[in-house]
């Protein structure tokens, strides 16, 4: 049985919130992997061990922090062969990291590949993979009318990942539904085994056409980067969230020259304040930047 957490209460307009305060712009040395190095959708770290992912290729590509530069190192394949993962967004718990491909058709040409609906999960060098997540999708009543339908029709579409323990938070670029997106939250275990799912979704009150582009853990709860399910609206924001509560919204995220806020690694956090790094879909390297979010 799929269990519903509805919250009704709306963010706060967009226009009244105060642009985060841009710290500086990382540099990328060397470049991530051709082709790859225009499409970083997402990072994650633990420990001196950080991991990006790119929904361009069937790998991932691991990278180290050092005095404001990222360092690409070793890629890692997840599938021997055949076609792109589509990998949308990346988590970790535990040291264990989470890899999700979209679960969706693509924007544009509407392309279906089997590999996109994939979680895979990375322990050390172990390698595991999972299709569950797809039959879940289709199985939760919210989302089976969406689920997939290309972008361009609201379809459903992975971006967000977070996870806390055993819990993974699934965030949903689209659909967005009469100004509602979606969080499906489940159990890491489960996915990856033959134990009962048992699902909850989430339903955040982000606006009229606003989804979640990407999600990092902290420690009192999940920052979420929203953005427009297709074009329009151009709005980015950062908001904190606590599941089953309404999200609170801490900053709009200023957009570069080129590309469109895609990735969200939280640095670090105190009483006050997260630093975050953002990544942008489109220039070189994700174009790194760092940004401080007060907390609220």
Same mark, same amino acid.
């Given at each position: 049985?799929?269990?519903?957490?509805?919250?009704?209460?709306?963010?706060?307009?967009? %226009?009244?919130?105060?642009?985060?305060?841009?710290?500086?712009?990382?540099?990328?040395?060397?470049?991530?992997?051709?082709?790859?190095?225009?499409?970083?959708?997402?990072?994650?770290?633990?420990?001196?061990?950080?991991?990006?992912? $790119?929904?361009?290729? $069937?790998?991932?590509?691991?990278?180290?922090?050092?005095?404001?530069?990222?360092?690409?190192?070793?890629?890692?394949?997840?599938?021997?062969?055949?076609?792109?993962?589509?990998?949308?967004?990346? !988590?970790?718990?535990?040291?264990?990291?989470?890899?999700?491909?979209?679960?969706?058709?693509?924007?544009?040409? !509407?392309?279906?590949?089997?590999?996109?609906?994939?979680?895979?999960?990375?322990?050390?060098?172990?390698?595991?993979?999972?299709?569950? %997540?797809?039959?879940?999708?289709?199985?939760?009543?919210?989302?089976?009318?969406?689920?997939?339908?290309?972008?361009?029709?609201?379809?459903? $579409?992975?971006?967000?990942?977070?996870?806390?323990?055993?819990?993974?938070?699934?965030?949903?670029?689209?659909?967005?539904?009469?100004?509602?997106?979606?969080?499906?939250?489940?159990?890491?275990?489960?996915?990856?085994?033959?134990? @009962?799912?048992?699902?909850?979704?989430?339903?955040?009150?982000?606006?009229?056409?606003?989804?979640?582009?990407?999600?990092?853990?902290?420690?009192?709860?999940?920052?979420?980067?929203?953005?427009?399910? $297709?074009?329009?609206?151009?709005?980015?924001?950062?908001?904190?969230?606590?599941?089953?509560?309404?999200?609170?919204?801490? !900053?709009?995220?200023?957009?570069?020259?080129?590309?469109?806020?895609?990735?969200?690694?939280?640095?670090?956090?105190?009483?006050?304040?997260?630093?975050? %790094?953002?990544?942008?879909?489109? @220039?070189?390297?994700?174009?790194?930047?760092?940004?401080?979010?007060?907390?609220?």
């Amino acid at each position: 049985m799929i269990r519903l957490c509805t919250l009704t209460l709306m963010l706060a307009l967009t %226009l009244a919130l105060p642009v985060a305060a841009e710290d500086n712009r990382w540099r990328v040395v060397p470049d991530f992997a051709k082709k790859a190095r225009k499409d970083i959708s997402g990072a994650a770290c633990t420990g001196t061990r950080c991991i990006a992912v $790119n929904d361009e290729k $069937n790998e991932v590509q691991e990278f180290t922090i050092r005095h404001r530069r990222l360092k690409p190192g070793k890629r890692i394949r997840l599938l021997d062969k055949g076609d792109e993962i589509d990998a949308e967004a990346i !988590a970790v718990s535990d040291g264990i990291f989470y890899v999700t491909g979209s679960h969706g058709l693509s924007r544009k040409k !509407a392309k279906l590949t089997d590999a996109a609906f994939t979680l895979f999960r990375i322990d050390g060098e172990r390698i595991d993979r999972t299709a569950r %997540l797809r039959k879940l999708i289709t199985e939760t009543p919210a989302l089976k009318d969406y689920a997939e339908k290309p972008l361009n029709r609201n379809g459903v $579409n992975i971006e967000g990942l977070a996870a806390q323990g055993d819990t993974l938070y699934f965030g949903l670029r689209g659909p967005s539904v009469k100004g509602t997106a979606f969080v499906l939250q489940a159990s890491a275990g489960a996915l990856f085994s033959d134990a @009962p799912l048992d699902p909850v979704l989430h339903t955040l009150a982000l606006g009229d056409r606003i989804g979640i582009r990407d999600m990092a853990a902290t420690g009192d709860g999940v920052l979420i980067l929203t953005g427009p399910v $297709n074009t329009l609206p151009r709005r980015y924001t950062v908001a904190l969230w606590h599941p089953g509560t309404a999200p609170v919204t801490l !900053a709009k995220i200023p957009r570069p020259e080129r590309g469109k806020p895609e990735g969200l690694l939280l640095l670090s956090e105190d009483d006050t304040a997260y630093d975050v %790094l953002i990544f942008h879909d489109g @220039p070189r390297n994700g174009a790194p930047v760092q940004l401080s979010l007060d907390k609220p």
